[in-house]
């Protein structure tokens, strides 16, 4: 079974990409929901978050500060590591596991989509890389309008702390152009039959 990452900064489209992969039956693994999930359930890695980022990391509700974290976490590098230390590993390890499940059920190949998958160097556990491209421009003006709580000077400096999308472009295997330009679903039926292939 292939593993196969699919990047691309945020706003690239990765999510709608991957959706259209799993329309035709390829299993996906979403980094980013899987470690929300591994951050709210695994018992060791919240006592990790709270020694790390205070007890307010968590709200009364017990849930995930997620605002609070993406402050603390999105203006200043230090914390961005050291939360990136935390849950990396962890992700690593669930998708090793799933992926596991996913080869003994006999699936051809599986997708990982993640924002980050050389700056996590997750990419050593994958066999080829997508990277779902768009400009600058374009995924700045999606993530305005899909997340209205983030600011356009947030989404700057997210993209601050992400891969170049020329270095992204530069070390992919298969590139998906999502750029409003040109249509997704060709791109995607052709490098699916390339993978099956
Ligand atoms: C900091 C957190 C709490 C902010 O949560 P919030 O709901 O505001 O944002 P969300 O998770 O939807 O992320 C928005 C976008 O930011 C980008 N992003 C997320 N985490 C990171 C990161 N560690 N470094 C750079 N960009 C990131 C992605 O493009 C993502 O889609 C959250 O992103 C988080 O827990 N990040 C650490 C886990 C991680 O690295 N996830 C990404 C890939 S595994
Ligand atoms: N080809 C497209 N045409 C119109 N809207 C699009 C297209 N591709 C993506 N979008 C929209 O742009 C937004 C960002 O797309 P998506 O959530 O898939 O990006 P992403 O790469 O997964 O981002 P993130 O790294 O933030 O998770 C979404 O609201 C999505 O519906």
Same mark, same amino acid.
């Given at each position: 079974m292939l593993r196969i990452g699919i990047t691309g900064g945020i706003g690239s489209g990765k999510s709608v990409v991957c959706r259209v992969f799993q329309v035709l039956g390829v299993p996906v693994y979403d980094s980013d929901a899987r470690a929300k999930w591994v951050m709210a359930h695994d018992t060791a890695l919240r006592q990790e978050l709270v020694a790390a980022f205070g007890t307010a990391v968590f709200g009364a509700? #017990? &849930?995930?500060? *997620?605002?609070?974290?993406?402050?603390? =976490? !999105? %203006?200043?590098? =230090? &914390? @961005? =590591? +050291?939360? %990136? #230390? @935390? $849950?990396?590993?962890?992700v690593g390890r669930d998708f090793a596991e799933w992926s596991e499940g996913q080869a003994q059920l006999g699936k051809p190949y599986i997708l990982k989509e993640a924002a980050l998958l050389y700056e996590s160097g997750a990419y050593k556990q994958l066999d080829r890389i997508?990277?779902? !491209?768009?400009?600058?421009? $374009? *995924?700045?003006? *999606?993530?305005? @309008?899909?997340?209205?709580?983030?600011?356009?000077?947030?989404?700057?400096?997210?993209? #601050? +702390? &992400?891969?170049s999308e020329e270095e992204k472009l530069q070390r992919a295997d298969f590139i998906i152009h999502n750029d409003d330009q040109h249509l997704v679903l060709p791109q995607v039926l052709k490098l699916h039959q390339i993978i099956l292939n």
């Open positions: 509700d #017990g &849930q995930l500060d *997620r605002p609070y974290l993406a402050r603390l =976490a !999105f %203006n200043d590098p =230090a &914390q @961005l =590591a +050291k939360l %990136n #230390g @935390l $849950v990396h590993p962890h997508i990277t779902v !491209f768009a400009p600058e421009t $374009v *995924r700045h003006a *999606r993530v305005l @309008l899909r997340d209205p709580h983030r600011t356009a000077d947030d989404i700057v400096s997210i993209m #601050g +702390k &992400q891969l």
